[in-house]
């Protein structure tokens, strides 16, 4: 069979990255400090890392023969990673909703950004926070909003007993404490 007629796909050169699914018709919350970082990511992408990149693709194609030169081929793959990279920030900062967790400081129930610390039918007491799905960084404790546990403790307030339905069991869940940043405080 002729080349022309096989479908080669390099999974490495996609052009564009899937987009976390969002529920439908939700919304991409996020934090101040979360779309803060998303955004000095993207300007640091564009103003210096690319240029750089640019500048060192542009030096190796004037080296001759780009066949068999490392720095022109890995120059222009990066080329391609920093801009799938700046395509999806700049889709995730555009459909992003910034919501400040403080406004809820003081307050015993559970809304978007809470620090949460709840303890299970084996009493393992855990704490977590709920952020947007961006931000969130599960080896420090933070959660997405769409994730089965924040979605069971959403609207719920200190000392209720609610149900976490995990695959394989359905766990009792009370929660002992809810507390949000203090207004002016980094989320």
């Known amino acids: 069979m002729s080349k022309a007629f096989s479908k080669d796909t390099d999974a490495a050169d996609d052009d564009e990255l899937q987009l976390p699914a969002l529920p439908a018709g939700g919304k991409n919350y996020i934090t101040p400090a979360g779309f803060a970082r998303l955004r000095d990511e993207l300007l640091d992408l564009i103003d210096n890392e690319r240029p750089k990149v640019v500048d060192v693709v542009h030096w190796a194609a004037s080296n001759g023969d780009r066949s068999e030169n490392g720095d022109y081929l890995y120059g222009k793959k990066r080329l391609r990673e920093i801009d799938r990279r700046i395509r999806f920030l700049t889709k995730r900062l555009e459909i992003a909703e910034v919501t400040d967790p403080s406004i809820h400081h003081g307050n015993d129930q559970i809304f978007f950004g809470a ?47 609610l149900k976490l339905v995990m695959p394989e069991r359905v766990s009792e869940i009370e929660v002992l404490r809810v507390l949000y940043p203090k207004p002016g405080a980094q989320n």
């Open 115 to 161: 620090t949460v610390t709840y303890v299970d039918d084996q009493d393992t007491e855990r704490t977590i926070t709920i952020k947007g799905i961006d931000e969130s960084d599960s080896a420090a404790g933070e959660v997405s909003w769409i994730s089965p546990i924040a979605r069971t403790l959403l609207k719920a307030r200190e000392g209720d007993s």
